[in-house]
């Protein structure tokens, strides 16, 4: 069954350390699209990034960094140098291609990862 | 760039009340959904839509429903609310299926007492 796990509840730091939020994704699929998502305190969603299973290439935009290893099933993101605007509940998320009785594009939603920076 | 919009932004409704979330998007994508986001959870599928007239149930459809008669339209209605659908609700729009990027709504606040 597919499944999305991060394992961190709450993470606290002070601003311009280096943080990284874990992601493990269960999924029977051989073909599956992984995402990040933040959700600042204003309680929207934002889109970060997309990555599909065939692509393991480690992605950086910045100040984000975001790490694939399928041998661990893992999509875990870094935020380098991180700053109070950074603050925000983060959310892994797994898209299947196949649709095995579920719902057609569909993301299977982690619990999320609460991150605070500290000034 | 409006993108998806969903209104109202909060409401309190009383026990056994009915209503209807209203979603609209203007990026002509043709999958829309509704997520709910319970307190320290991810968010969970409701309902979802492929096209105009078609429309399918997601992971936790009970005490809903929805129509598609628009591409851009894709109301969610709650009826004879019940405390346990307090929560926070999204509609999602992709222009196709699996692994298209999702874009999400700004979030209806619904407080049932």
């Known amino acids: 069954a597919q499944k999305v796990t991060q394992a961190q509840t709450e993470i606290s730091v002070v601003e311009k350390e280096d943080v990284t939020l874990d992601c493990v994704y269960e999924t029977r699929d051989t073909t599956y699209y992984l995402f990040w998502y933040k959700q600042p305190p204003s309680g929207e969603l934002v889109f970060l990034i997309r990555?599909?299973?065939?692509?393991?290439q480690n992605e950086i935009s910045g100040r984000y960094s975001w790490n694939f290893q399928k041998s661990t099933s893992s999509f875990n993101f870094t935020i380098t140098a991180s700053q109070v605007v950074d603050s925000a509940v983060y959310f892994c998320?797994?898209?299947?291609?196949?649709?095995?009785?579920?719902?057609?594009?569909?993301?299977?939603f982690g619990k999320g990862t609460k991150l605070s920076v500290k000034p | 760039n409006a993108g998806v919009t969903q209104t109202p932004k909060f409401r309190i409704l009383k026990i056994g009340q009915s209503m209807t979330l209203q979603c609209t998007q203007d990026?002509?994508?043709?999958?829309m959904y509704w997520y709910r986001q319970d307190p320290g959870m991810g968010l969970k599928l409701i309902y979802y839509?492929?096209?105009?007239?078609?429309?399918d149930k997601g992971e936790v459809p009970n005490g809903y429903n929805v129509s598609r008669s628009t591409t851009e339209d894709f109301p969610l209605r709650l009826e004879l609310a019940a405390p346990s659908q307090t929560s926070v609700y999204f509609c999602a729009s992709s222009y196709g299926g699996p692994g298209n990027t999702i874009y999400f709504g700004e979030g209806s606040w619904l407080t049932v007492v």
């Open positions: 990555r599909n299973s065939f692509d393991e």
């Open positions: 998320a797994l898209s299947e291609a196949a649709n095995y009785g579920g719902s057609q594009g569909n993301l299977i």
């Open positions: 839509s492929v096209g105009a007239g078609i429309t």
């Open positions: 990026m002509n994508h043709n999958y």
